[in-house]
């Protein structure tokens, strides 16, 4: 069984430009979830995504979308980047059917924005 | 709005035990989570409780909760220095993660020899 992969680990962007990061999630689940968590923050819930549709999304601005593809993967975009984007991004897979919401995090991929 | 306060850091004795403390202020929430995060790593949940118990138990972590208060705990019984890391609560109101979870900003467990 896999756990949650993402891609890239570390990229380096300028502000204004678009980003596209990657998450695979656990085997046998059908529900990501995307998080920021900027240097010494917690995570911030950006949204979820179930069964390809949006489920759920926290309070991020519309330039923050998400795709989710028929085997679950799923990609996180963020438009016209600015400074404070700067963050690691995590995604989360978990199985829609579980009470508990177990999510199953990613390593996450650390964006820097110059 | 939803908010999860936790003291920053807290130090403690190879060996003691170590008691992380977290308030929050929705009071739907439904469910209650520890998180432990190591350096460079991702998140992984220690445990979990409902908001209809008090208390949980799970080998060397103890969850309480007093949900008048609003003050969940997190003891780690015998503490050793693999606990060393940043230890999250969180909180959610539908569970699933259908709303996200609010974390707090983590408290960095630090052990002495």
């Known amino acids: 069984e896999t756990g949650v992969t993402q891609s890239p680990t570390h990229l380096i962007k300028t502000r204004g430009q678009q980003v596209t990061l990657r998450c695979s999630s656990q085997?046998?689940?059908?529900?990501v979830s995307w998080y920021q968590q900027a240097l010494g923050q917690g995570p911030q819930f950006i949204f979820q995504?179930?069964?390809?549709?949006?489920?759920g999304r926290g309070n991020f601005p519309p330039r923050f979308s998400g795709l989710q593809f028929p085997n679950y993967s799923s990609e996180l975009n963020v438009n016209a980047l600015e400074l404070d984007d700067s963050a690691l991004y995590l995604c989360?897979?978990?199985?829609?059917?579980?009470?508990?919401?177990?999510?199953?995090f990613g390593e996450g991929s650390r964006l820097t924005v110059l | 709005g939803e908010d999860v306060e936790q003291s920053l850091f807290l130090s403690v004795r190879e060996g003691d035990s170590s008691v992380i403390n977290c308030t929050y202020t929705?009071?739907?929430?439904?469910?209650l989570y520890w998180y432990k995060q190591e350096p460079g790593a991702g998140l992984q949940l220690l445990t979990y409780?409902?908001?209809?118990?008090d208390m949980k138990q799970d080998q060397r972590l103890t969850v309480l909760l007093n949900k008048k208060d609003k003050h969940l705990s997190l003891r780690i019984a015998d503490t050793q220095t693999g606990d060393s890391a940043i230890y999250f609560c969180?909180?959610?109101?539908?569970?699933?993660?259908?709303?996200?979870?609010?974390f707090g900003k983590g408290t960095h467990l630090i052990i002495q020899p």
């Open positions: 989360a897979s978990s199985s829609g059917t579980e009470a508990t919401g177990e999510l199953f």
């Open positions: 085997s046998g689940h059908n529900t």
């Open positions: 995504y179930y069964r390809e549709e949006e489920n």
């Open positions: 929705d009071s739907s929430s439904t469910y």
């Open positions: 409780i409902f908001s209809n118990m």
């Open positions: 969180a909180e959610s109101i539908k569970g699933g993660g259908a709303d996200g979870l609010t």
